[in-house]
């Protein structure tokens, strides 16, 4: 196994026909929303507030795992997550769940790391397997 691991998921490259219904949706909620306030202004906020809570689906992260731990990188912002910090792995469909704490707690969304795969499934699940291992 590679001693590092680097990755870049970008879903609306990656992923172009659910790309697409997405694109159209943020366009209807915007063009509804200027259509019901009577306003172009409306209209142009209802779609940047949509693409900006849709963020890590319009922009690229690039992820990077290693003896050490994982490193996230999106949009200029960097995060690091130590391998002895994380106490819960889940693997989805999607990617994979990185917690700090034991159990599932209403905290996940604000402390966890999720690691999405861009077509390696295997290596993803394998690196973390293997590092969670190796810290005993």
Request: glycine share 12%; no cysteine.
């Amino acid at each position: 196994m590679a001693e590092t691991l680097r990755w870049r998921s970008h879903p609306v490259v990656d992923d172009y026909p659910r790309s697409v219904l997405l694109v159209a949706l943020v366009v209807l909620a915007g063009v509804g929303t200027g259509i019901s306030f009577g306003g172009v202004g409306y209209a142009v906020l209802a779609a940047a507030v949509l693409v900006g809570s849709l963020g890590r689906y319009f922009a690229p992260t690039r992820y990077e795992l290693d003896a050490e731990g994982v490193w996230v990188r999106f949009l200029g912002h960097v995060r690091r997550v130590s391998w002895g910090d994380i106490r819960r792995v889940s693997v989805h469909r999607e990617g994979v769940f990185l917690s700090p704490f034991e159990r599932p707690t209403r905290l996940d969304a604000f402390r966890g790391t999720f690691l999405r795969f861009a077509g390696n499934r295997g290596e993803v699940v394998s690196f973390v397997e293997t590092q969670m291992a190796a810290r005993g």
